[in-house]
């Protein structure tokens, strides 16, 4: 059965600083991994998706990696700004039919 | 447009009540599907609607039942609900289910508190 943990579970970071959250997978055989972020009581708002034969992903500010063969992503982000605050996700997609697996989240504050 | 849209924003039930959860994309999209958050915890996925047929039911109870009228609008009917049923309801979609190397799009969620 895949397990996705991430950590840390909680940041809290200065603005302006450059951050990394991790992401850990049991199961390689991975078909993608998405990273979306989630404002409180909110929905999640999709920020990357890394196909299995992909090695990372950008998207402005944001930097995904992956390394399958270890069970691994990253989501770095430079430039940190308040409005980054939120609780970030990686979900893995394996197995059945397109059912994501996600991990428990690290809840990210960014302070002035 | 990559916007899914779910109706209502807030629903507050008693446990006689019956209630529906809407979900509507306009991006083509043939998968469909529904998952439950409660508070604090990852999302954890109900039912998969591919090309507008149930593909997957992950053990979820009788009282919550979906349905999929057309390829754009996805439901979910809420009956006799327990108060530990509260949660955020999400609803997402993808272009395809088969082709699993497609991104999920979701929704706003809908905030359902059981009295």
């Known amino acids: 059965k895949q397990e996705v943990t991430q950590i840390p579970a909680a940041l809290s970071v200065p603005e302006g600083e450059n951050l990394v959250l991790n992401c850990s997978f049991t199961?390689?055989?991975?078909?993608?991994l998405q990273w979306f972020r989630q404002d409180p009581g909110k929905g999640l708002t999709s920020l990357l998706l890394?196909?299995?034969?992909?090695r990372e992903q950008t998207s402005g500010r944001l930097n995904a990696s992956l390394d399958k063969s270890s069970g691994r992503s990253t989501l770095y982000i430079a430039a940190s700004q308040p409005g980054d605050s939120a609780t970030y996700l990686c979900?893995?997609?394996?197995?059945?039919?397109?059912?994501?697996?996600f991990g428990t989240g690290t809840r990210l504050q960014v302070t002035l | 447009d990559t916007e899914v849209t779910q109706t209502p924003k807030h629903l507050v039930m008693g446990m006689t009540n019956k209630k529906s959860l809407k979900c509507e994309q306009h991006?083509?999209?043939?998968?469909m599907y529904w998952y439950k958050q409660k508070a604090k915890k990852p999302p954890e996925l109900m039912f998969v609607?591919?090309?507008?047929?149930?593909?997957i039911n992950e053990s979820v109870p009788s009282r919550f039942s979906p349905e999929c009228p057309n390829s754009s609008l996805l439901n979910l009917h809420l009956h006799a609900l327990q108060p530990e049923d509260s949660a955020l309801y999400l609803c997402?979609?993808?272009?395809?289910?088969?082709?699993?190397?497609?991104?999920?799009?979701f929704g706003p969620g809908t905030r359902l508190t059981v009295t």
């Open positions: 890394i196909q299995s034969s992909q």
């Open positions: 991006m083509g999209h043939r998968a």
């Open positions: 199961d390689s055989a991975i078909y993608n």
């Open positions: 979900a893995v997609n394996t197995g059945t039919a397109s059912k994501l697996t």
């Open positions: 997402a979609s993808s272009q395809d289910q088969e082709e699993r190397w497609y991104e999920q799009y």
């Open positions: 609607y591919s090309y507008e047929k149930l593909s």
